[in-house]
């Protein structure tokens, strides 16, 4: 059974997709199959032989669970010297009763439970030919395939065999290993980070290695789970349905689609519910289009991952391009993979790795994709608050972060008993700036005198807009004497020349007091001398500084 999706259909084409014969064969096979289920004895004396109709491609493929006969025979005849072995390549679940020649008892092999033969990876199922094989002399094998995976057959010699069983050792330690890995990482992430995101791609991960394990029969090596969850051939579909379910989950959150893109959420929720129904409806029913059916929905489910990835990019979203980086390449090599397991052409053989190479690389395309996100909820966040302490007209440090700041450097001053002091300035009779030329005019002067004022001052001093045309100046480690000269340079900062804006030309000034903070002086009570400092200014004519000494404070401090 071809059993089709987004990773689970590359894990079930992967896997199927191995059953392309390896080159090193010692001889070509003609595969045939009976359509009668006759004796035993009715077979391997050779009476039925004619019955045999040859078929196309050399695979054993079953569509009905019915048991039925194949006949192998080779086109040359391979010496016993040669060691030739029987190999049913990618059995699935399927068992295999064969009569080999020399022998009147039949071998049976599974890659699972009592018939399995640990003596060979879980590539294929091997059947020794000690006697070897004359041309045209039939190998007859019952065949019982439960859930339609296709065989490629092949007759190789021992040493071939056991060569390719190592390069399939390696290529299934290194693919399930790394799937495995990269599961308990993304696992990690979410327990750390905390985004769930990553709590489904592990369990999306995790479901793909559940399916190669349990349909590939790599289950068998931990003996333990072998035998906890048994040989049940419908494993695999549960475990299917868990990647698609998770997948499918990750996918839609990853890229928003619910708000984003609504219509195409639903009909992706809506696919991978019938899916789930069919897969699970192969317990009820052993109809071939049971599955079939299930498959053309999960491809559908495919297809709309892809038009939403598309769509994401057109739209410049950062998913989008990860999803697309991810996904594409698995869509080629699963249409290339489809084409070589349906007889359409033959691909190279490092094609049978690819897959699953891209299934790896779409989970890491995806962790790196996350961090991504995360990434830039963290520089969007920043920004926030980068631009919520600042005032955006004048760049100077908006209102709540100049607080902030008298505040904290209050508390420090008292603990390290270190002086400061603040400078509070307005600009005079900015109101007839603004009626004369204009609000656009008003908002460039304030801008100016917020630059020309933040020259004039340390790169530990904070400038910070009040509200209207009033700002605060807050000088750590400044005692009075030196913050009244402080207030004087900014003053003449502003009236050294006048302001040219637009072509108009005009004066300005400013009204500024000064106060240094007394001892156990609260930040608000500073606040009231300095601002009384101010109004001192502005009631002895303006464009003067006004200094208030030290008093000894009555409240508690802040
Ligand atoms: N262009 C502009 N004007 C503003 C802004 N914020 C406040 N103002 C104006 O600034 C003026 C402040 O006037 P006041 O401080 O009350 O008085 P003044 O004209 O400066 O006179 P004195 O302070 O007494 O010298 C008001 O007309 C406000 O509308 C702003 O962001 N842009």
Redesign the pocket.
């Known amino acids: 059974m071809l059993f089709l999706l987004l990773p689970g259909v590359v894990l079930a084409i992967a896997d199927e997709s191995r059953s392309a014969p390896p080159t090193g064969t010692l001889a070509h096979v003609t595969v045939s199959r009976l359509d009668p289920e006759p004796d035993a004895a009715g077979v391997i004396g050779g009476a039925l032989d004619a019955e045999f109709a040859p078929v196309v491609g050399g695979t054993i493929h079953e569509f009905t669970p019915r048991p039925r006969w194949w006949k192998i025979t080779a086109d040359r005849s391979v010496s016993a010297k040669e060691h030739p072995q029987l190999v049913l390549h990618s059995p699935g679940h399927n068992t295999v009763e064969a009569w080999l020649p020399g022998s009147s008892e039949p071998v049976t092999r599974a890659l699972l439970g009592p018939h399995a033969d640990q003596g060979f990876s879980s590539r294929g199922l091997v059947f020794p030919i000690p006697s070897g094989l004359p041309a045209g002399t039939p190998i007859y094998v019952h065949v019982h395939s439960p859930d339609s995976t296709p065989m490629a057959v092949s007759i190789e010699s021992l040493r071939d065999v056991h060569r390719a069983d190592l390069s399939h050792v390696a290529w299934r330690a290194l693919l399930l290993g790394g799937l495995a890995l990269m599961a308990l990482l993304a696992l990690g992430f979410w327990v750390g980070i905390g985004e769930r995101g990553y709590a489904y791609l592990s369990l999306s991960m995790l479901a793909q290695v559940g399916f190669f394990a349990t349909h590939s029969g790599d289950i068998r090596r931990v003996p333990a789970l072998a035998a906890q969850l048994g040989d049940d051939w419908r494993l695999p579909r549960l475990f299917v349905v868990a990647v698609a379910v998770f997948s499918v989950v990750f996918l839609t959150r990853y890229m928003e689609m619910r708000d984003r893109q609504p219509k195409l959420w639903n009909m992706l929720l809506g696919c991978t519910v019938l899916f789930a129904l069919f897969a699970l409806g192969t317990w009820l029913s052993e109809a071939y289009w049971v599955p079939v059916v299930g498959n053309l929905i999960l491809l559908l489910g495919a297809a709309l991952i892809l038009v939403a990835a598309v769509h994401g990019c057109l739209q410049r979203r950062r998913s989008g391009y990860f999803v697309l980086a991810a996904w594409l390449p698995m869509m080629v090599l699963l249409i290339v993979r489809v084409g070589e397991t349906s007889g359409l052409w033959a691909g190279p053989p490092w094609l049978m790795h690819a897959l699953p190479g891209a299934l790896l690389l779409a989970g890491l395309v995806f962790m790196i994709g996350l961090s991504d996100t995360l990434q830039q909820l963290r520089r969007d966040r920043d920004r926030a608050s980068r631009l919520a302490s600042v005032d955006v007209?004048t760049g100077a440090m908006s209102r709540p972060a100049i607080q902030n700041r008298l505040k904290a450097c209050v508390e420090e001053s008292h603990r390290r008993r270190i002086p400061l002091s603040v400078v509070f300035f307005?600009?005079?009779?900015?109101?007839?700036i603004?009626d004369e030329y204009g609000?656009g005019i008003?908002?460039s002067?304030?801008k100016i005198i917020a630059l020309r004022t933040r020259n004039r001052l340390r790169t530990y001093d904070s400038l910070g807009r009040w509200g209207?045309?009033?700002l605060l100046v807050v000088l750590p480690d400044t005692h009075l004497e030196e913050a009244m000269g402080v207030a004087e340079n900014l003053r003449s900062a502003v009236n050294c020349r006048p302001l040219s804006i637009d072509g108009h030309l005009f004066d300005a000034s400013l009204?500024l007091g000064v106060a240094e903070l007394a001892e156990g002086e609260s930040a608000a009570q500073l606040l009231d001398r300095v601002d009384a400092a101010l109004y001192a200014s502005?009631a002895a004519g303006?464009d003067r500084v006004t200094g208030r000494v030290p008093v000894v404070a009555t409240a508690e401090p802040a």
């Open positions: 007209l307005d600009i005079d009779r900015f109101k007839r603004n609000h008003g908002d002067c304030l209207g045309d009033e009204s502005k303006r």
